[in-house]
């Protein structure tokens, strides 16, 4: 008898949270080929010495829940999302816009390489624009000086590029800004580059005649982008009390706003990090990096600004959020049934090897699980994850209000709290 395919694992786990703890621990242990051992890191990962040897000063631990984001299909592939989180209803609504994703195939995502920028201050340059010029002709030296990560370039990755910014006007004195590219593969790669920015400094000082200052990496990773989409039919957003063509012009109302007001942003953008800074927990990653860099990536044009954005597409829409050559006469015969579009893009430095994320047990635990095969899918992951959790937030905002679900999750804790 012929050996048949084995058929795709599906993440769509209907009723998993009505399941016992046992019962969801059986499903991933299947799902991840999870050994016994590594099931019972779930439930007791990090020993006190473990944690003694990662920070100073230790004298106990700190634990937080870790869940399970079901549903998610990204790229046309299934994946289970492992997530530490202590606010309530996060997991769930997640999961849901998940779900709501499959309607449209799921979320599309993609990436840049993944290219950091460290940064060598220079202050004292007597001729600002003599020592630009000495810098950059003197990049590839200065691009082998900045080689100093064997681990690194042993997977392809390294120093790439010098950029030089002048900076005339500061609040103290003028200086000139050095940046070094450096690609890190599937490191975060903190560490590496601001090892190569201490190394280059010295050189600097020499081409230049100025004094280095500070040497140190920018956690603005705008050069380490990712990105996910989703088109979602309105007809599955609609509720008993709203149709869904309602619902999805609401959402980009309501989007709309986060991308004029900044007060209205802070919070839109909050929801989308109950997300992404969930993953980042749970797979070791430093989500303090990742949360400066996109909120800075959110001011770029000078206001803080939604870093989504969601629209109708398609169909007669009534509230004016299509795209004006949508809305010409001679196109509506060859128009799309209409369908909710949204679009998360934002700097995501996150690594699958090195720091925490070799260091922790449950966080290999929850690579395991995602089944990730590079720093750039994870990111991919992880904007996935934002999109879900920012459409959940707007969809809720949109219709009943986000306190309805949210406060029966709440209940359930205070439950909990007082027996």
């Avoid at 779930?42 to 870790?66: C, F, K, W």
């Avoid at 998940?98 to 979320?107: E, K, Q």
């Avoid at 950029?163 to 103290?172: G, I, N, S």
């Amino acid at each position: 008898m012929p050996n048949l395919p084995t058929p795709p694992r599906s993440s769509r786990l209907s009723g998993f949270y009505q399941k016992r703890i046992e019962e969801r621990v059986a499903l991933l242990a299947e799902w991840a080929d999870l050994s016994r051992e590594e099931c019972a890191v779930l439930h007791e990962n990090l020993s006190v010495d473990q944690a003694d040897t990662l920070i100073e000063n230790v004298v106990g631990r700190y634990s937080l829940p870790m869940g399970i984001g079901v549903n998610f299909q990204i790229n046309g592939r299934d994946y289970l999302v492992p997530m530490v989180v202590e606010e309530p209803s996060v997991v769930a609504a997640v999961s849901y816009a998940a779900r709501l994703a499959r309607y449209g195939g799921g979320f599309q995502t993609g990436s840049t390489k993944s290219v950091m920028i460290a940064q060598v201050q220079l202050l004292d340059v007597a001729n600002p624009t003599q020592a630009t010029a000495a810098i950059l002709a003197n990049k590839t030296r200065l691009l082998a000086l900045a080689d100093t990560s064997p681990s690194i370039t042993q997977r392809g990755g390294g120093p790439v590029d010098i950029e030089v910014r002048h900076l005339a006007v500061t609040p103290t004195a003028p200086m000139l800004i050095v940046h070094l590219l450096f690609d890190t593969r599937d490191a975060m790669g903190a560490n590496a580059i601001n090892t190569a920015a201490e190394t280059l400094a010295p050189t600097l000082e020499a081409l230049t005649g100025g004094r280095a200052l500070l040497r140190i990496l920018s956690n603005l990773s705008d050069r380490r982008r990712a990105w996910a989409e989703v088109t979602i039919p309105v007809e599955h957003l609609s509720t008993p009390e709203r149709n869904g063509l309602d619902v999805a012009e609401n959402i980009a109302h309501a989007n709309a706003f986060a991308v004029a007001d900044p007060y209205r942003a802070a919070t839109h953008n909050k929801g989308i990090f109950n997300g992404i800074d969930a993953v980042a927990l749970a797979t070791g990653n430093d989500w303090r990096a990742i949360e400066a860099g996109a909120h800075a990536y959110a001011a770029r044009d000078g206001q803080y600004r939604a870093l989504t954005t969601w629209q109708v597409r398609g169909g007669q829409s009534s509230g004016g959020l299509k795209e004006e050559s949508d809305r010409r006469p001679d196109r509506q015969s060859s128009l799309q049934p209409p369908a909710l579009y949204g679009q998360l893009e934002l700097p995501l430095a996150v690594g699958i090897v090195g720091g925490a994320t070799r260091a922790h047990p449950l966080a290999q635990v929850a690579l395991k699980i995602l089944g990730v095969q590079s720093a750039r899918e994870l990111s991919e992951v992880m904007a996935a994850v934002g999109l879900a959790q920012n459409l959940a937030a707007l969809r809720a905002l949109a219709t009943e209000g986000i306190q309805r679900g949210h406060m029966a999750l709440h209940a359930r804790r205070f439950v909990a709290q007082s027996s």
